[in-house]
């Protein structure tokens, strides 16, 4: 069973958006989870990590300040809050459950993959 990432849209520049990503198997809550985005015609990138219990978090150089990831394991939810949108942030965004209990940048280290969500920002 997939991961269920949801809370994307349309957002103008400068504007916030919320994604949420749910583990319906409830088997997350001592792994590492992520955030991932993949821009059309461009790689998958990472974006940012928490370990599994939250106190640790890692960001991509080019959203730190702006995005903050958190969890909440009494309800199997990642999230992902994304302030100051510009669009070069326009992407699908996939949440991810790492084999480890600490976070990665590296998609290899997930072993569970979300849908995705569509994030678009007009300008």
């Known amino acids: 069973v997939q991961l269920q990432a949801s809370g994307g849209g349309l957002v103008q520049t400068g504007g916030s958006l919320r994604l949420s990503c749910v583990d319906p198997?409830?088997?997350?809550?001592?792994?590492?989870m992520g955030w991932f985005r993949q821009a059309p015609g461009k790689e998958r990138e990472f974006v940012a990590t928490?370990?599994?219990?939250?106190?640790?978090?890692h960001y991509a150089d080019s959203v730190k300040g702006r995005f903050t990831i958190s969890r909440d394991n009494a309800k199997n939810t990642v999230y992902l809050q994304m302030n100051s949108l510009n669009p070069e942030d326009t992407a699908v965004y996939y949440c991810?459950?790492?084999?480890?209990?600490?976070?990665?940048?590296?998609?290899?280290?997930?072993?569970?993959w979300g849908q995705g969500t569509l994030v678009t920002v007009s300008s």
């Open positions: 991810a459950a790492s084999r480890y209990a600490t976070g990665s940048s590296e998609a290899s280290r997930y072993a569970r």
């Open positions: 198997r409830r088997t997350s809550t001592n792994n590492g």
């Open positions: 928490i370990s599994w219990r939250g106190d640790s978090t």
